[in-house]
């Protein structure tokens, strides 16, 4: 083995030090040893109630990891402050307080201990957060880059879905069951240091898994 070809290498990578600390590796442009959130030991995320929006405003890349992935853990139970809305039904808002008539309305009074029963084919108004009794439910995610408004910045960074089986997702939209998880994977395509701007929507939809279509579905090896 040549000897002197051998650390002429190793200066070429590492730099003339031993010192393999993420701020001397950035000359020679080698970041294997930076630390970051892999999608082996991922940032955790938490959610139950939908819709919940995640935002994500940092940096990946230079004197940093090149890579940085969440993993988004989905135990689904309400929907908090929104509203899941069945199929050809639309969730209704009702504002309390003492209003005026207005053009001959008054204001309505409601008494959620009166008719809970079925009254000439009427069913009683299902009012509170609860999610809809579906079979088989999906929840749906949404992945939106929002960028940083620099384009020479945006256009080396990559944003992207993954599947529980650590797999691509082919699509910025994703379905899955409510008690699951997925992974959001940040990449930094060039040698600088790359801001981004992302938001990531948990409970786009809340869907029988037969209304959903097959190829938006998270797949699982």
């Not at 990578?13 to 970041?31: C, I, Q």
């Not at 990891?65 to 929907?79: C, G, K, P, S, Y």
């Not at 504002?95 to 000439?120: H, S």
Request: hydrophobic share 35%; charged share 20%.
């Amino acid at each position: 083995m040549n000897v002197t070809e051998e650390i002429l290498n190793h200066n070429l990578m590492y730099g003339a030090s031993d010192n393999t600390t993420p701020g001397n590796l950035v000359s020679a442009k080698a970041l294997n040893y930076a630390q970051g959130a892999t999608i082996q030991r991922p940032i955790q995320e938490n959610v139950s109630v939908v819709p919940r929006y995640l935002k994500y405003k940092d940096s990946v890349g230079l004197f940093g990891a090149e890579n940085v992935f969440v993993r988004v853990n989905l135990t689904v139970q309400d929907t908090g402050t929104g509203c899941s809305e069945e199929s050809d039904w639309q969730c209704s808002h009702i504002t309390t307080g003492d209003f005026p008539t207005v053009n001959t309305y008054v204001q309505a009074i409601a008494d959620m201990t009166k008719d809970l029963e079925t009254e000439n084919t009427y069913e009683p108004a299902l009012v509170g957060n609860e999610l809809p009794g579906i079979n088989n439910p999906y929840v749906g995610v949404n992945l939106k880059n929002l960028k940083t408004g620099n384009i020479y910045n945006d256009a080396w960074l990559d944003v992207r879905l993954y599947t529980k089986s650590k797999e691509e997702h082919p699509f910025d939209d994703m379905y899955l069951p409510v008690n699951d998880y997925f992974y959001i994977g940040f990449h930094a395509r060039n040698t600088r240091r790359l801001p981004y701007n992302v938001e990531c929507i948990v409970g786009t939809e809340f869907v029988a898994r037969d209304a959903v279509d097959p190829k938006l579905i998270a797949k699982v090896n």
